[in-house]
């Protein structure tokens, strides 16, 4: 048995060549984001090992200055600098220095045009002092002196073409300042994508601090002999609990977390790839290995007349499983080698340039990519071994195909029915759900409901829906148009599984493109009620800015009302005992002619009062808050506040609100979290002040200051359509893949196809058939089986895409928005599918010489 099925395999290797193709993609996007992880991983290890100081002492604040979405208030927390004289003469320090941070600078040159990453990596401005630990040494010029001399690095000096002599512009909160580049500074470890500008450290102390009596940090190096961890603890003693200490092995484990959040995203989105492959894939293969077995019954029945037993049988298709998962596991680990380094280029691209000679490919990759390749392989092989073991000798011999069409199809009727009232149940709850955790759960489980019932009853809606789609067939096409028709009726299992796959893909596409939509929509419309300003003045990354920017636009002739937002990170102790970590929002007392709020109780004077605030309504509600509530408020200073609730509003954080609602006067947040900047402006036009006009003054007044946008209504619904844009394109570019294998199911199911029905079309041929009608007939049955798949797949994603919406309702998207365009391009886009994957097949059918078609077994 175990010589027969390696002949049979290697006997039908071609036929197995497209499910291999789906098993070696799965493979290839885990062991590809597994290898590519582990390599950044590993190198930044080394990096942040190699440069880290043996003690940090840095500021101790109350919680994460960046607050809990990543929107910062723009302070910049310090310690004295007097601190490195006493950290010094601890015993055990051998050399301490003083850092002068700033990971939020802008750098321009003389064009005011950035001289920065793209990528949304940081450019970082510090002071430059020699160390065995810098990740950059010297290679040109000398070293900064004065508050006019800088050194760049040597990866940002060729991107943006800079030379030792330029004249930069840099942007700190303290206010701008022009340098000369007098050296570069290459990077001797792996350069992780930053720009780095070094400034001598008095400069950078009062340039970028605003003093030379504070500093960013202290780094402390360990005389021989003393570790890290005792040096530590003398520090601690000497200082006191009012500062943060950390040792080079913390310091490189809180900087590898920090990386691994960018890290998890790359990862997740590699495995989403994998899992559409492997899902999308199992109908492939389980259709391949059903054909095949339909295709050697005779073959199967004679093995079992010579006395073969079902688990004899049911093992050797199980074993051909296995071999095709081992060739697919180990050509799609190799293929996510080729794929690691592929993406460790385009990061290069980026800025990060990593050394793909360095990869890492740890012992669970491998593990992984063949538990994948040979679990797939064998999960979808094992209903047609079942199948192929059910065969009867004296059935196989007369020569009857395994797969029946009686009981099955009943069971299937059964189990779909069940299985689509429980995902309709599930997804009508959702729409009645009022809470949005309830109604997401819900939407969950009606959509993989809804989706498994559509695979186990998409067999049983094959002849009434290619009835339909076909109908017009044989008016077309005669009698080439009939047999199309009949073809894929044939089978209806065959052509079920084989547009699952492609409705898998496309429900997916049609029920995001709606939500995409509906999202598109409702922010249109809110943008419109909530945004009253005529402009708005933002940082490209959404942070805050100098308040040098506030001062040039005040001066701008033109501008009428002006009104400044700032982000407070806080954290808010209820009256329900909780703690929530959130990030407010800090207005002008003049925020009703900029952002129109809806008020469920108070106003905005009651919010923006001093020691008031306001929240959204149904936070509120959620923790027993009403007006005239006493909330504590913990800044990151690690002052509180006690502050009365004035307002509540009714809005679904919009209009610059954050998620919470919580906003509150800028005098309050200036008495608590002091020296803070804006985050965003709202500027209206003076009356008679021309708009488009004030437009271009703002330009002009903020060329310096390349980081800021100035957008109106327009601007912002269009920054927000790309926002939701990047999304989808992601979505789509999974939903792609899915798609893509699911051609791969169509030829090999029609080629498949050819190959069962060979002795057919030689009689065709035989009768008159020619070869142009042949091709044309498969085609055609391959256009009504993608139609088939995307008639079924827009069904399911335009309910789960209204339904979808229906959900976001909760959360303020109340639109609800059908982008028909998507939807004909789905159609449109099934045909081409389906005459894309009718090609080779046609082409080989139609190159069959006749006498050996009927002549064939």
Same mark, same amino acid.
């Given at each position: 048995?175990?010589?027969?099925?390696?002949?049979?395999?290697?006997?039908?290797?071609?036929?197995?060549?497209?499910?291999?193709?789906?098993?070696?993609?799965?493979?290839?996007?885990?062991?590809?984001?597994?290898?590519?992880?582990?390599?950044?991983?590993?190198? #930044?290890?080394?990096?942040?090992?190699?440069?880290?100081?043996? $003690?940090?002492?840095?500021?101790?604040?109350?919680?994460?200055?960046?607050?809990?979405?990543?929107?910062?208030?723009?302070?910049?927390?310090?310690?004295?600098?007097?601190?490195?004289?006493?950290?010094?003469?601890?015993?055990?320090?051998?050399?301490?220095?003083?850092?002068?941070?700033?990971?939020? !600078?802008?750098?321009?040159?003389?064009?005011? @045009?950035?001289?920065?990453? *793209?990528?949304?990596?940081?450019?970082?401005?510090? +002071?430059?002092?020699?160390?065995?630990?810098?990740?950059?040494?010297?290679?040109?010029?000398?070293?900064?002196?004065?508050?006019?001399?800088?050194?760049?690095?040597?990866?940002?000096?060729?991107?943006?073409?800079?030379?030792?002599?330029?004249?930069?512009? $840099?942007?700190?909160?303290?206010?701008?300042?022009?340098?000369?580049?007098?050296?570069?500074?290459?990077?001797?470890?792996?350069?992780?994508?930053?720009?780095?500008?070094?400034?001598?450290?008095?400069?950078?102390?009062? %340039?970028? =601090?605003?003093?030379?009596?504070?500093?960013?940090?202290?780094?402390?190096?360990?005389?021989?002999?003393?570790?890290?961890?005792?040096?530590?603890?003398?520090? /601690?003693?000497?200082?006191?609990?009012?500062?943060?200490? @950390?040792?080079?092995?913390?310091?490189?484990?809180?900087?590898?977390?920090?990386?691994?959040?960018?890290?998890?995203?790359?990862?997740?989105?590699m495995v989403g790839f994998a899992g559409i492959a492997v899902l999308v894939?199992?109908?492939?293969?389980? +259709?391949?290995?059903?054909?095949?077995? !339909?295709?050697? *019954?005779?073959?199967?029945?004679? =093995?079992?007349?010579?006395?073969?037993?079902?688990?004899?049988?049911?093992?050797?298709?199980?074993?051909?499983?296995?071999?095709?998962?081992? $060739?697919?596991?180990?050509?799609?680990?190799?293929?996510?080698?080729?794929?690691?380094?592929?993406?460790?280029?385009?990061?290069?691209?980026?800025?990060?340039?990593?050394?793909?000679?360095?990869?890492?490919?740890?012992?669970?990759?491998?593990?992984?990519?063949?538990?994948?390749?040979?679990?797939? *392989?064998?999960?979808?092989?094992?209903?047609?071994?079942?199948?192929?073991?059910?065969?009867?000798?004296?059935?196989?011999?007369?020569?009857?195909?395994?797969?029946? *069409?009686?009981?099955?199809?009943?069971?299937?009727?059964?189990?779909?029915?069940?299985?689509?009232?429980?995902?309709?149940?599930?997804?009508?709850?959702?729409?009645?759900?009022?809470?949005?955790?309830?109604?997401?759960?819900?939407?969950?489980?009606?959509?993989?409901?809804?989706?498994?019932?559509?695979?186990?009853?998409?067999?049983?809606?094959?002849?009434?829906?290619?009835?339909?789609?076909?109908? !017009?067939?044989?008016?077309?096409?005669?009698?080439?148009?009939?047999?199309?028709?009949?073809?894929?009726?044939?089978?209806?299992?065959?052509?079920?599984?084989? !547009?699952?796959?492609?409705?898998?893909?496309?429900?997916?596409?049609?029920?995001?493109?709606?939500?995409?939509?509906?999202?598109? @929509?409702? #922010?249109?419309?809110?943008?419109?009620?909530?945004?009253?300003?005529?402009?708005?003045?933002?940082?490209?990354?959404?942070?805050?800015?100098?308040?040098?920017?506030?001062?040039?636009?005040?001066?701008?002739?033109?501008?009428?009302?002006?009104?400044?937002?700032?982000?407070?990170?806080?954290?808010?102790?209820?009256?329900?005992?909780?703690?929530? %970590?959130?990030?407010?929002?800090?207005?002008?007392?003049?925020?009703?002619?900029?952002?129109?709020?809806?008020y469920a109780a108070g106003d905005t004077a009651a919010a923006l009062a001093?020691?008031?605030?306001?929240?959204?309504?149904?936070?509120?509600?959620?923790?027993?808050?009403?007006?005239?509530?006493?909330?504590?408020?913990?800044?990151?200073?690690?002052?509180?506040?006690?502050?009365?609730?004035?307002?509540?509003?009714?809005?679904?954080?919009?209009?610059?609100?954050?998620?919470?609602?919580?906003?509150?006067?800028?005098?309050?947040?200036?008495?608590?979290?002091?020296?803070?900047?804006?985050?965003?402006?709202?500027?209206?036009?003076?009356?008679?002040?021309? %708009?488009?006009?004030?437009?271009?003054d703002l330009k002009a007044a903020l060329k310096p200051f390349p980081q800021?946008?100035?957008?109106?209504?327009?601007?912002? @619904?269009?920054?927000?359509?790309?926002?939701?844009?990047?999304?989808?394109?992601?979505?789509? /570019?999974?939903?792609?893949?899915?798609?893509?294998?699911?051609?791969?199911?169509?030829? +090999?199911?029609?080629?498949?196809?050819?190959?069962?029905?060979?002795?057919?079309?030689?009689?065709?041929?035989?009768?008159?058939?020619?070869?142009?009608?042949?091709?044309?007939?498969?085609?055609?049955?391959?256009?009504?089986?993608?139609?088939?798949?995307?008639?079924?797949?827009?069904?399911?994603?335009?309910?789960?895409?209204?339904?979808?919406?229906?959900?976001?309702?909760?959360?303020?998207?109340?639109?609800?928005?059908?982008?028909?365009?998507?939807?004909?391009?789905?159609?449109?886009?099934?045909?081409?599918?389906?005459?894309?994957?009718?090609?080779?097949?046609?082409?080989?059918?139609?190159?069959?010489? $006749?006498? /050996?078609?009927?002549?064939?077994?």
């Open positions: 048995m175990l010589r027969a099925t390696l002949r049979s395999f290697f006997a039908h290797k071609g036929r197995m060549l497209l499910s291999a193709l789906a098993v070696v993609l799965s493979v290839a996007f885990v062991s590809g984001s597994l290898i590519f992880s582990d390599t950044v991983s590993r190198t #930044f290890d080394r990096l942040f090992a190699s440069t880290a100081a043996d $003690v940090k002492v840095e500021p101790k604040t109350a919680f994460d200055e960046n607050g809990g979405q990543g929107l910062g208030s723009g302070r910049v927390p310090t310690v004295p600098a007097a601190l490195r004289d006493r950290i010094a003469a601890v015993k055990g320090v051998a050399d301490a220095h003083v850092d002068a941070a700033l990971e939020n !600078a802008t750098v321009v040159d003389a064009a005011d @045009k950035q001289v920065g990453p *793209t990528s949304g990596a940081p450019t970082i401005a510090t +002071n430059w002092y020699a160390s065995d630990r810098s990740p950059v040494r010297l290679s040109s010029g000398h070293a900064p002196r004065g508050d006019r001399q800088a050194l760049i690095d040597a990866d940002t000096a060729d991107q943006k073409h800079i030379r030792i002599g330029d004249r930069l512009r $840099v942007i700190a909160p303290p206010g701008a300042f022009p340098v000369e580049v007098v050296g570069i500074a290459t990077f001797t470890t792996t350069n992780p994508g930053a720009a780095l500008v070094f400034l001598d450290t008095p400069t950078a102390q009062k %340039k970028l =601090l605003g003093s030379t009596d504070r500093a960013t940090s202290i780094s402390a190096e360990a005389a021989p002999g003393v570790s890290d961890k005792v040096l530590k603890r003398r520090i /601690a003693a000497e200082l006191g609990p009012k500062y943060e200490l @950390k040792t080079g092995a913390e310091q490189a484990e809180s900087s590898a977390a920090d990386l691994g959040g960018f890290l998890d995203v790359i990862k997740y989105v894939g199992i109908f492939l293969i389980v +259709n391949t290995f059903s054909m095949l077995i !339909a295709q050697r *019954t005779r073959e199967l029945g004679l =093995l079992r007349a010579l006395g073969a037993d079902r688990r004899q049988v049911r093992r050797s298709v199980l074993t051909e499983a296995l071999l095709l998962g081992l $060739v697919g596991s180990t050509l799609g680990l190799a293929a996510g080698i080729g794929l690691a380094v592929g993406l460790l280029w385009v990061m290069g691209q980026f800025g990060m340039n990593l050394d793909a000679a360095e990869l890492a490919v740890r012992w669970p990759t491998p593990v992984a990519a063949y538990v994948v390749g040979i679990g797939v *392989t064998f999960v979808a092989a094992y209903l047609p071994s079942r199948r192929a073991a059910r065969v009867s000798p004296m059935a196989a011999l007369a020569d009857i195909e395994v797969a029946g *069409t009686g009981r099955p199809l009943r069971i299937r009727a059964v189990v779909g029915l069940v299985l689509g009232a429980a995902g309709a149940a599930a997804l009508v709850g959702c729409a009645l759900a009022t809470k949005t955790a309830t109604a997401s759960s819900l939407l969950g489980l009606g959509v993989v409901l809804t989706l498994i019932a559509g695979v186990v009853a998409g067999p049983i809606l094959v002849r009434p829906v290619i009835r339909v789609l076909g109908a !017009a067939f044989p008016k077309v096409y005669g009698s080439v148009g009939r047999m199309s028709q009949r073809n894929a009726l044939r089978n209806p299992r065959r052509t079920g599984a084989t !547009a699952a796959a492609l409705m898998i893909g496309l429900a997916l596409v049609t029920g995001m493109s709606v939500a995409g939509a509906s999202m598109t @929509k409702s #922010f249109d419309q809110q943008i419109d009620e909530s945004l009253g300003a005529d402009f708005v003045l933002q940082s490209s990354n959404f942070g805050p800015f100098p308040r040098e920017v506030t001062e040039r636009v005040r001066e701008v002739d033109g501008v009428g009302t002006l009104v400044r937002q700032r982000y407070a990170p806080m954290r808010l102790v209820l009256p329900d005992g909780r703690t929530v %970590k959130t990030t407010g929002g800090a207005f002008d007392p003049q925020l009703d002619r900029a952002v129109r709020f809806h001093p020691g008031r605030i306001g929240l959204r309504r149904e936070f509120a509600e959620q923790h027993d808050v009403r007006i005239g509530s006493r909330v504590k408020a913990l800044f990151s200073t690690g002052r509180t506040a006690e502050l009365t609730v004035g307002a509540l509003t009714s809005d679904q954080a919009q209009g610059g609100a954050p998620a919470e609602g919580v906003m509150m006067g800028l005098a309050t947040l200036e008495k608590y979290l002091p020296g803070g900047q804006d985050a965003a402006l709202y500027a209206n036009a003076a009356s008679g002040t021309d %708009k488009e006009r004030l437009r271009a800021i946008q100035v957008r109106d209504q327009a601007d912002y @619904k269009e920054l927000i359509r790309g926002q939701i844009s990047v999304l989808l394109y992601l979505v789509y /570019a999974l939903l792609g893949l899915a798609i893509v294998i699911a051609v791969l199911g169509v030829v +090999n199911t029609l080629a498949l196809a050819v190959v069962e029905r060979t002795r057919e079309i030689g009689l065709l041929r035989a009768l008159g058939l020619s070869r142009v009608q042949l091709r044309r007939m498969i085609r055609l049955e391959s256009v009504v089986i993608a139609v088939f798949g995307a008639v079924l797949g827009l069904g399911l994603g335009l309910v789960w895409g209204v339904v979808t919406q229906q959900v976001l309702a909760l959360e303020g998207i109340k639109s609800l928005a059908i982008p028909w365009t998507t939807v004909a391009a789905v159609v449109v886009g099934s045909i081409v599918v389906g005459l894309a994957a009718a090609l080779l097949p046609a082409l080989r059918a139609s190159r069959m010489n $006749v006498l /050996a078609a009927i002549a064939h077994e």
